[in-house]
């Protein structure tokens, strides 16, 4: 008789919510690094107002408590070109009820910036960054650069060594100098880049460096 009764009593008390309506996604701004999450409230709030809701990414917890009946979220600082999935469960003063569907979307390829230069140079890439090295003087023109990308660093080189003295003992001439940018926020920019020329001979027969 005792089960009967709480069984019966069972059935008038608040229960956690049911999984929230259909979980879609779509890129975010920018769409390489963010992801746009938008659902509908459960049609069974399980005798309880929805307080907030749980936010899972690839299984794992991004937001464990929303607090928020809002049903749109940004998830932000994603890698570019790569696959997520997310699912979401709602909350009210029961706890925390089912995940809804669980969809899958990739970011976006990260921009690249896109430049031209001038002059004898030669570029390549280290690791994730890339290089561009002058042998000779030029410009630097970034003509595209969407996500805003910063130049945190880069080195002029200085010319080359001054010539050799003559035989009455005259020194050669001197090199050239050298000089170091740093933090540089190049968007949208032309930077021109000059390599300096070797120094002339101080007294008789001497002969310019090379630059």
Known sequence: MSMLLSVVAGQGGIKVPG????????????????????????????????????????GVVLVADTSS?????????????????????????????????TPSLSTAADPAVAWTATGGYTSGTSGSYSWIRWTSSGSFTITSNTTG?????YIVAGGGGGAGGDDRGNGGGGGG???????????????????????????????AGSG
């Open 19 to 58: 999984a929230p309506g259909t979980l879609s996604l779509s890129a975010g701004s920018p769409a390489h690094s963010v992801i746009d999450l938008s659902w509908s409230a459960p049609s069974d709030d399980g005798g309880a107002t929805i307080s907030g809701y749980r936010i899972k990414k690839d």
């Open 69 to 101: 009946t809002g049903t749109t979220y940004s998830a932000t600082g994603l890698t570019a070109s790569t696959s997520y999935n997310f699912n979401v469960a709602a909350i009210n003063e029961k706890g925390t009820g089912a995940d809804g569907n």
């Open 149 to 153: 990308k910063t130049f945190t660093q």
């Open 177 to 207: 100098g050298a000089r170091e940018l740093t933090g540089q926020s190049m968007a949208n920019t032309t930077h021109t880049i000059t390599i300096g020329a070797g120094g002339a001979g101080s007294t008789y027969n001497g002969v």
